[in-house]
């Protein structure tokens, strides 16, 4: 841990560079967090299609009754995939 605070202390005390030296690491979180956001969210909906797939070809009267719920459980996870997005662009443009 020291280590790592003695690499970083030259540029937390400089004059100038301080705040420019650390922009990569507000382009990386940004880039990671959409990274694994999408890596979850695509994880997360192939399980669930693959699942309401599985759910109607063993009962397809029930069809009906599984669609709608898997619609709005996509939907869901689509939505932390947005967050995701909001927040990274808040990193970058605000930040």
């Known amino acids: 841990m020291a280590l790592i605070m003695g690499a970083f202390s030259a540029s937390a005390f400089a004059a100038d560079g301080g705040a420019s030296s650390a922009e990569w690491a507000i382009y990386l979180g940004a880039g990671l967090g959409i990274g694994i956001a999408a890596h979850g969210t695509g ?5 669930a299609t693959a ?5 109607i070809s063993r009962n397809p009267g029930a069809s009906g009754k599984i669609i709608t719920p898997m619609i709005i459980g996509l939907a869901m996870i689509e939505s932390l995939a947005i967050y995701a997005l909001v927040v990274s662009l808040i990193l970058l443009f605000v930040v």
């Open 51 to 55: 699942k309401a797939v599985e759910g």
């Open 43 to 47: 994880i997360g909906q192939g399980n």
